[in-house]
């Protein structure tokens, strides 16, 4: 099992930027992949990007191209999700998920980001 705990979110201007973070716990392997989602009010969740923990290929969707940023803290187990220059069709809730061979399988409660104009 896998835990996992996202923090950051709040209301910020556009233009600002915002710091999400995802603590994992619990049995995670060094093949998993984690993610960012986002569900905006009346959508689908959508893919924002993911890393792997071992290695440094991450993707992003074409919308946060060059302003957001994922990395990974591999000692204290989190993974962040760097915001800049936000906009206010980035509001959504943001989620943090674990994927194992291809399937996200656990997922985080989500935290609330609003970008007001």
């Known amino acids: 099992q896998v835990q996992l705990v996202e923090s950051g979110g709040g209301l910020v201007q556009a233009g600002g930027s915002l710091r999400l973070s995802c603590a994992a716990s619990?049995?995670?392997?060094?093949?998993?992949?984690m993610g960012w989602f986002r569900r905006a009010p009346g959508k689908e969740r959508e893919f924002v990007a993911d890393?792997?923990?071992?290695?440094?290929?991450?993707r992003y969707t074409d919308s946060v191209k060059g302003r957001f940023t994922i990395s990974r803290d591999n000692a204290n187990n989190t993974v962040y999700l760097q915001m800049n220059s936000l906009k206010p069709e980035d509001t959504a809730v943001y989620y943090c998920?674990?994927?194992?061979?291809?399937?996200?399988?656990?997922w985080g409660q989500g935290t609330q980001v609003t970008v007001s104009s």
């Open positions: 998920g674990a994927a194992a061979g291809g399937s996200y399988s656990y």
């Open positions: 619990g049995r995670i392997y060094m093949s998993y992949i």
């Open positions: 890393i792997r923990w071992s290695g440094t290929k991450t």
